[in-house]
């Protein structure tokens, strides 16, 4: 079956610009993660849905950043006014329950903030 | 809080050669841990998950040990190849859910 899509896969954005990325989880898949990955490092976690509901959105650097999940399925991460800071790869997760078994995660969309 | 460091950062060895990865966590209080893959401008994918109640998992030429007491994990791959050359990303799962990751070990598997 179909993995985790993103998309776009690459985004250029000018400082201050707004930007939507999309996530399309694995269908049945009740959990949904949003993480951040800089070049070199890990990713590290910003937000999570349960189902529609978000749960946790302790790592969302700002309030620039705004995730939704309307419907419990597609999840849009936005971010309002982007700074040079956050060019980075935005990557979406997906798991079938309440997030305790494998993750499994999208390609990533590049965003690049000049 | 928790953090996830991974050593050595960069790896590189002969084909045929088992070699092994290091991840180390700061808090025992865990759920999983789990080591994922990741080639050059792709995402993640997942290579094993060990429940906090394993102690190891193994999948083809790859086994992943997990301490807890000692806050370790390692992953071992016998008679690398070429095709194994990635990042190597351990990952520990708490129960807040999200993954709390380590920054990696890139591997470079020489024909």
């Known amino acids: 079956g179909a993995g985790v899509s993103q998309s776009p896969r690459y985004k250029v954005a000018k400082r201050g610009q707004d930007v939507a990325l999309r996530c399309d989880p694995i269908s049945g898949h009740v959990s949904l993660f949003w993480y951040q990955q800089a070049l070199g490092q890990g990713p590290e976690f910003l937000t999570y849905f349960q189902n529609e509901a978000q749960l946790d959105k302790s790592g969302l650097p700002s309030d620039r950043f705004f995730a939704e999940r309307p419907e419990g399925s597609v999840s849009t991460l936005k971010i309002q006014r982007t700074q040079q800071e956050d060019s980075a790869v935005y990557l979406c997760?997906?798991?079938?329950?309440?997030?305790?078994?494998?993750?499994?995660f999208g390609p990533g969309t590049r965003l690049l903030v000049l | 809080k928790q953090e996830v460091t991974q050593i050595p950062a960069a790896l590189s060895v002969p084909e045929g050669e088992n070699l092994v990865l290091n991840c180390s966590f700061t808090d025992s209080a865990i759920y999983n841990l789990q080591w994922f893959r990741q080639d050059p401008g792709k995402g993640l994918t997942s290579l094993l998950l060990i429940q906090s109640s394993q102690r190891e998992q193994t999948s083809g030429r790859l086994n992943a040990s997990l301490d807890k007491s000692s806050g370790r994990s390692t992953l071992y791959i016998a008679a690398s190849q070429p095709g194994d050359s990635a990042t190597y990303l351990c990952?520990?799962?708490?129960?807040?859910?999200?993954?709390?990751f380590g920054s990696g070990t890139q591997l470079t598997v020489l024909p």
């Open positions: 997760a997906s798991s079938l329950e309440a997030g305790i078994e494998t993750q499994y």
């Open positions: 990952a520990v799962g708490g129960s807040a859910r999200q993954l709390t």
